[in-house]
């Protein structure tokens, strides 16, 4: 039976040394009362210390709350890190940054799934996933900051399978699993029915127990025991060591941007009129025509960023259910929220597991992704994880886009250009100061040489649309209102191949009412 304790006598439990799961995507399956009690404990009695921290996707609001908290404690306390997203974690790249702790980046769908394998006594996970790009160890090996490049070890190696390449990302012992949920009862069963999604908790919860750790978990509630629905438990009793009940309401916030919305968890429908239109702009042109690339019955993929309002467009143009929208956090159907919200869904129609969620992406369930640019070069590679300084990670973007039929990258032409939208056309007012088309990425998130031969491959910009074709990034639609060689080529690091068939976008999707998705989706 759980053992019902404070966050600070939670944090006092976690040995010196130990590796640590947590996870969740932004605040949500993030411990917070939790997180605070182990920084304070680090400050007030230099334990605990030398943590492996290993977290799957990003963690916290990109303000104040979330696993930043480890880093503020200074140098010390967290001497590894590894995740899929780092971005929000600002105190955490300080230290990386300064090499006080090594840091390592890895592939979403790989972390939440590794869980599985070491609850499993399996000694990892063998996948394509990450091939050719800066996970694999004959580039970086996941290696991000100097400290991990000298002195880290490998945590994935490429090993030759029935004549084919793979890569190995090896198992390893986890010492404590810090869990979140909505309600526990008397004998630890924990639920999470105002979660916005069902995070990789029970996993974790497995490979700890597994590994002779301990289960720590947060929530919100406490019931009787025998009350509980045996459906609604996500982590059984038996699995669970500890529980801590929040003290304060903002230390479980549903996700970044609200505490509680009834409809990412799914006790209401919320009218789709409530839900706000993009506003007319550059953006809503680039959501715009991704969505052309849509046909009726698609289960796609939306990504952080842009990508994530192009359901809007679907709700605005009364296609919403045509296609099936989902979140790589397990979301299925309605309408993705944006940041703060990304990964939560209004009106979902069915919340899987994290980790079920990346093996039906793994094995090639979606029709179609949308996802963000960072800086794309002339072989088709897709940077969207190191950035200038700013590590944010690849988060699902590499297992996305290995086995996705289309793939769309979407993103502004040059960043903080200044436009003029309307009337069927778009001008340039000032030119942007961020090229994003260069001659060679910093980081490979994504590798175009790895692109399947049955993948189409798009870059879609408010300007121009690229295809890559035999290997190369190629022009195959223009806006109207752009010159060609000032507005474009000038502008890009390199030359792409140029369609002898290049096209004028669609003018409509320039004018503030649209109404013409239908001929597309439909045809």
């Not at 490049?149 to 890569?167: A, C, I, P, T």
């Not at 012992?173 to 924990?190: C, F, H, Q």
């Not at 509680?260 to 809503?284: C, H, R, T, V, W």
Request: hydrophobic share 40%; proline share 4%.
């Amino acid at each position: 039976m759980a053992k019902f304790i404070t966050a600070q006598e939670a944090a006092a439990l976690i040995p010196d040394h130990a590796t640590i799961a947590v996870g969740g995507q932004g605040l949500a399956g993030w411990p917070e009362e939790i997180g605070l009690a182990i920084r304070d404990s680090f400050k007030e009695t230099g334990h605990p210390c030398d943590l492996n921290v290993k977290q799957g996707c990003a963690m916290g609001d990109w303000k104040t709350r979330g696993i930043t908290h480890l880093g503020e404690a200074g140098p010390g306390l967290v001497t590894r890190w590894s995740g899929a997203h780092m971005g929000n974690a600002f105190a955490l790249r300080d230290l990386a940054d300064q090499n006080e702790l090594m840091m390592y980046c890895l592939p979403q769908g790989v972390i939440v799934n590794l869980w599985r394998e070491i609850g499993a006594g399996r000694p990892g996970l063998i996948t394509k996933v990450g091939l050719g790009t800066f996970v694999d160890p004959r580039v970086q090996g996941g290696k991000i900051n100097d400290l991990a490049k000298e002195k880290g070890e490998d945590l994935v190696e490429v090993v030759n399978f029935n004549g084919e390449e793979y890569l190995f990302y090896k198992g390893f012992k986890l010492d404590v699993a810090l869990v979140r949920g909505t309600t526990a009862d008397e004998n630890g069963n924990i639920t999470m029915e105002h979660e916005s999604l069902i995070n990789e908790g029970m996993a974790m919860a497995t490979a700890a127990k597994n590994s002779g750790g301990i289960v720590i978990a947060q929530v919100e509630y406490i019931a009787n025991s025998g009350t509980l629905n045996p459906k609604d438990v996500r982590i059984p009793g038996v699995m669970v060591d500890y529980v801590v009940q929040a003290t304060d309401p903002a230390n479980h916030w549903q996700t970044e941007g609200v505490y509680y919305e009834p409809a990412f968890s799914g006790q209401i429908k919320k009218p789709l009129a409530a839900i706000e239109n993009m506003p007319f702009d550059e953006k809503k042109v680039l959501c715009r025509r991704c969505a052309m690339e849509l046909k009726k019955g698609y289960v796609i993929n939306l990504g952080v960023g842009i990508p994530a309002d192009m359901a809007k467009i679907l709700n605005e143009e009364g296609y919403l259910g045509c296609v099936t929208t989902s979140t790589e956090v397990g979301n299925f159907g309605g309408v993705s929220s944006a940041l703060p919200n990304f990964g939560a869904a209004y009106n979902a129609e069915a919340s899987v597991d994290h980790g079920a969620m990346f093996d039906f992406i793994d094995g090639g369930g979606l029709d179609m992704t949308c996802l963000g640019i960072g800086e794309i070069d002339e072989e088709g590679n897709n940077n969207v994880s190191h950035l200038g300084k700013m590590v944010t990670g690849p988060g699902g973007f590499i297992n996305i886009t290995q086995a996705t039929p289309k793939i769309i990258f979407c993103g502004t032409f040059m960043g903080k250009a200044k436009l003029k939208v309307g009337d069927g056309k778009i001008e340039v007012l000032e030119e942007g100061k961020i090229r994003k088309f260069v001659k060679k990425v910093k980081q490979i998130t994504f590798a175009g040489k790895y692109a399947g031969k049955d993948q189409t491959v798009l870059y879609v910009t408010e300007r121009a649309v690229f295809r890559l074709i035999d290997g190369k990034v190629t022009l195959v639609e223009i806006a109207p209102g752009m010159d060609l060689e000032k507005d474009i080529l000038a502008n890009m690091g390199f030359k792409p191949e140029i369609s002898p068939d290049l096209k004028v976008m669609d003018p409509g999707i320039f004018c503030e009412h649209w109404g013409g998705l239908g001929k597309y989706i439909e045809g």
